[in-house]
Every structure is written in C-alpha cells, then in structure tokens.
C-alpha cells in the first residue's frame, strides 16, 4: 500500500537518548541521491479515499496528505511521460517514491486517449519491451510501475491536442475544441476512471488543467450557470458564426461541465477522487461556491489550483471579485484590465502580501474546512541554486505558506528534459533542460538539494489536533523531517553549516562527503522555530549533534 503520513506526532527525545530516538537507518557514502529514507511519520494508506471537511482521508478515517510530483511527457507529441528513454519505468518509479514524493500527477491528452496511436521506439529506448506499444498500453505501464512502487496515481486531462501547454491563443484553454468535443472529453475521464477502476491506487482523475478563454475559438468559461441572457447570446453568436464566418466570443459554463464529468467518473469508478480547477487555476471565491455549488460528487471533490509568479496577475484582483455577491467573466476581464492599467506589477511585495492574496484566492477553501486544497503545479528555475542565498524570494513564500496551512501539493516538475530528441512539433529545442525539473537529464542524480529538501519537509502532515477546533498554526507540533543532503565535505565543524528556513519549517544543509540524510526533530511555537537534537550519521559516527534557534 501507499506510504502517507500519520495524524500522530512523536514524542520529544532528550539530548542524551538522541541517537536511540531517532528513527534515521545508517546511510551508506555515495548512495544516490534519491534514495529513500523511512521515518516514524510514513502510515499505509488504505483505500478507498474520501474528503471530509479540509482534509483527504482513507477508509480507516486516517488523514492522507497528498504529497506530489507532476510527470509530464503524455499529454505531448511524443506519447509518453519523458525520461522513458533513460530510465525504464520501473526505476523512475523508485527514484520518485526515494525523493520522498507519496503520489504522482500524470497528465494525459483527450487526443492521446482517442487516437491510441503507436509510441515511436526512441520515446521508450530504455524499456525494450514496450517499443511496439500503443498510447494506451504504455500509460498502463507506467501506472503499473508507479502503484507498484506504492504511489498514488492522479490522472490529469491535461489537454484536447497533444501539446505543451498553456496559453490562451493555443486552442486548448476550454475542456472542447473544434476537433475534440465535450463529449469526447467525457468519454475520455470515464474511459480513464474505468480503465484503472481495478488499480486502488490510481486515486483520482483531474478534470482539465487550467481551464481559461480559448481566443482563438472565442469561448469563454463561467462558473455560475449562462442564464436566459447568455444562452440567447449564444445563439445569436452561433447564427453569426454560421452565416458570416466572424467570430463572436461565446460563453460556457464550466461548473455544469465539472458536474457532467464528475458523474462520468464515479459512474465508471465509485471509489474515486475528483479533482476540479475553477478559473485558469487561479481562484474560486467563497461566494460562487456557495451560490453554485458543484452537486453530485460530494465526499469526492478536491480543488485545485495552480501558483506561479506570473499567477500574481490574477491573485491580486481576486481580493476585489470575492468581495462581490457573483460575477461574470466580463467583470473578470474588465478587473484584469483595470488592474493591469493602473498597477503594472502585482507581485506582492512581502510574504504577508503573498499570503492575503492566495488566502483569498483559494487558501480560504482549507482553512474554512470547505474543502481539501491540493496545489496542483508550482515550480521555480532550479538551475541556479546553489546555496540557500540563490533561491528566489517567491519561492520561498510558497514553501512557507504549505506549511503554514498545511495544504497538500504536486511540484512541477520531476522531469530531466521538456522535448526529447526526435520529437515532432516542439515549440522548444530538442532535448532542452527542465529548469524547473527536480531532476537531471540523466533522470537520476538531483537538480537543486535545496529545494528538494524543502518539499521533502513540506510533505509532513500535521496532527489533526492542530485543526481540529480552530486552532492557529502556530500551535506546537512535533515531527521528524528527512532532508536530503547533497554536497561536499569540508570540515565537520559548526562553522560550515547554516540553517535554512521557510516559513515554520527548517532544514540544515551541511557539506559532507557523497549523500547522506539529516534528521530534524522540530518544534514551531509561538512563530519561533526550534531545531534540535540535530545528528548526521555515517556508518557509525555521530558528524554533528548541536541544536539553534532563529
């Protein structure tokens, strides 16, 4: 079964019982640097999973934190998740459950899923058997490796035409295009949901990835239903359409289509997880939720969103459109208007700033028990950092505010590469770097030990106590986190190491020979966080044990 985490927090370990009580294995020098460590806080999910109030829980009523990578590569030209042609499934498998990551995004195409079209042997060069496989056969693999590795499987109808996406001129922002229909994209999540309905670990189906005006169609999404005025707009639009070859923007109301597609996969799977995005994955105000609320998929949905820098554009109106009973999607380009024209840069300007904007946006879905929130995609370039001082300020504000609400995530991304070589139709060169990919283009060894271990302690749930009657996050909490470490030796003295902190989370990054693990027990009172009882083991011997507050 798949590894999540305990509702339960260890006790605390006194300084002289310090290396009986931590739960840290002898890491061998020169392991790679995924390689996995187990600690106290790893339980067995056991399926089913449904939602109750904030949280996904499995059958026994145990919390399961959502801890994720996205893989991506299906939803594309070539057919198949990248790296296939370096590593074999089986071990991309490995090396993603050894970075500590408990599930998988894997997005797919409505065209992948209808065309069933044969995958070109260079895509799968490291799995000889599979050269002569269709799309289908191939997705079926890779799950099977991946559930078989004891990770959870979100499968995500990533796009309509296989193809890096987004952008709103590409054809794929609405769950339709002019090739792909609704009803092909129905048949697609219910096809999905009754393929793997026999494989519990395939645990939920994302509906459609960032669902946005299509502007080279003229389409455009709502949330609340069209109404006589807008089905008569519509009409009058199709006629002109029709008649006149001109384009008339036309609306479409994606709650109804959400509605639509959640049957279609429970119909196909009753025991699955329905993830829904509402507006380009941006926000969902707590005012549309309750005037229209998505029927018929209770106990099963999750909402999801999407953070980027660039999201900032949108975050920072939401303040403005959740203050307001409704709204169309003309007051939302009417908004975006006049906050592009009268502040040119909406990035927050401080990690407080951060927080209200995504607390408004969809942060209060969570921490209103409304609903679980599952950060679908975030990611930062990774090629530059090096040190704790190259990562980017905003990043650092993601990171601190997963912690803080404790909101369950999926990095993107794992991959090594964005097109391999031999791709037909890419937008980018051949074999470009991922800079946003944990790892490198040989699909083994990591990009950036900082980040990595900073989602490495993101993925510790906290107790349910903590949420359990309004409590602030500041309360205490106990845990051990496993960071990886992922440098050099120089001197094992207190003066080479420094700590490295997001948010209520902390992490010690040491220069030691080949990789090893750290094992922090940290306590968070009062927004003071405490890292103690601190060790790094190699074979025997006890590198550093010391303890700093900050």
């Not at 739960?23 to 790893?42: D, F, I, K, P």
């Not at 519990?200 to 189906?205: A, E, F, T, Y």
């Not at 109804?256 to 429970?266: F, H, S």
């Amino acid at each position: 079964a798949a590894a999540a985490h305990t509702n339960a927090a260890p006790a605390a370990c006194p300084t002289e019982m310090l290396l009986a009580c931590i739960c840290c294995v002898v890491v061998s020098l020169g392991m790679a640097s995924w390689q996995r460590v187990a600690t106290e806080v790893e339980r067995e999910v056991v399926p089913p999973l449904r939602t109750q109030g904030r949280f996904i829980v499995d059958a026994t009523g145990r919390r399961v934190k959502w801890a994720c990578t996205n893989w991506y590569g299906a939803h594309m030209e070539q057919n198949v998740p990248n790296g296939l042609q370096v590593q074999p499934a089986s071990k991309m498998a490995a090396i993603i459950r050894g970075l500590g990551f408990n599930c998988v995004r894997l997005p797919y195409s409505v065209q992948g899923f209808k065309q069933n079209a044969p995958v070109k042997a260079e895509f799968v060069a490291a799995m000889p058997g599979l050269k002569s496989l269709k799309y289908m056969e191939v997705f079926d693999k890779v799950i099977e490796a991946l559930t078989r590795a004891d990770l959870m499987v979100v499968v995500n109808a990533h796009v309509s035409d296989s193809m890096w996406c987004c952008s709103e001129n590409d054809g794929n922002g609405m769950w339709f295009n002019d090739k792909y229909s609704e009803q092909d994209w129905l048949d697609a999540v219910r096809g999905m949901a009754a393929r793997y309905r026999s494989n519990p670990l395939v645990v939920g189906h994302d509906l459609r990835n960032e669902v946005r005006p299509d502007l080279r169609n003229m389409y455009f999404p709502e949330w609340s239903p069209l109404g006589r005025i807008g089905e008569a707009w519509n009409r009058v639009g199709q006629g002109i359409r029709e008649s006149l070859g001109l384009s008339v923007p036309e609306i479409f109301s994606w709650r109804q289509a959400v509605e639509k597609g959640g049957a279609a996969v429970l119909a196909a799977d009753p025991d699955a997880l329905v993830v829904v995005e509402p507006y380009g994955s941006a926000f969902m105000c707590k005012s549309e939720m309750e005037a229209y609320p998505v029927r018929g998929i209770e106990g099963h949905l999750v909402w999801s969103f999407h953070d980027y820098r660039s999201f900032s554009v949108f975050t920072a109106i939401a303040a403005d459109l959740c203050g307001r009973e409704t709204f169309s999607m003309l007051d939302l380009v009417w908004s975006f208007l006049q906050d592009y024209v009268g502040r040119m840069d909406p990035y927050p300007r401080n990690y407080k700033e951060y927080a209200e904007q995504r607390t408004a946006s969809w942060g209060h879905i969570a921490l209103d028990n409304l609903g679980p929130v599952w950060l679908g995609e975030f990611g930062t370039n990774m090629s530059s950092a090096h040190d704790v001082q190259d990562v980017e300020e905003f990043w650092r504000w993601v990171v601190a505010y997963l912690d803080e609400t404790d909101i369950d995530f999926a990095y993107w991304t794992v991959n090594g590469d964005s097109f391999p070589q031999g791709m037909e139709g890419a937008t980018r060169q051949h074999e470009q770097a991922e800079t946003y990919g944990l790892l490198n283009a040989d699909y083994f060894t990591v990009r950036s030990p900082v980040h990595l271990a900073a989602l490495q302690a993101a993925a510790a749930a906290k107790s349910w106590s903590t949420w359990g009657a309004g409590s602030s996050t500041k309360d205490k909490f106990h845990g051990f986190l496993a960071v990886l470490l992922h440098s050099r030796l120089a001197q094992a003295t207190r003066a080479n190491w420094h700590l490295v902190g997001f948010g209520h989370l902390c992490a010690v990054v040491l220069p030691v020979p080949g990789e090893l693990f750290l094992l922090l027990q940290v306590s968070v009172s009062d927004a003071k966080v405490r890292c103690s009882h601190v060790a790094v083991i190699a074979a025997t011997e006890t590198w550093l044990d010391g303890q700093v507050e900050v």
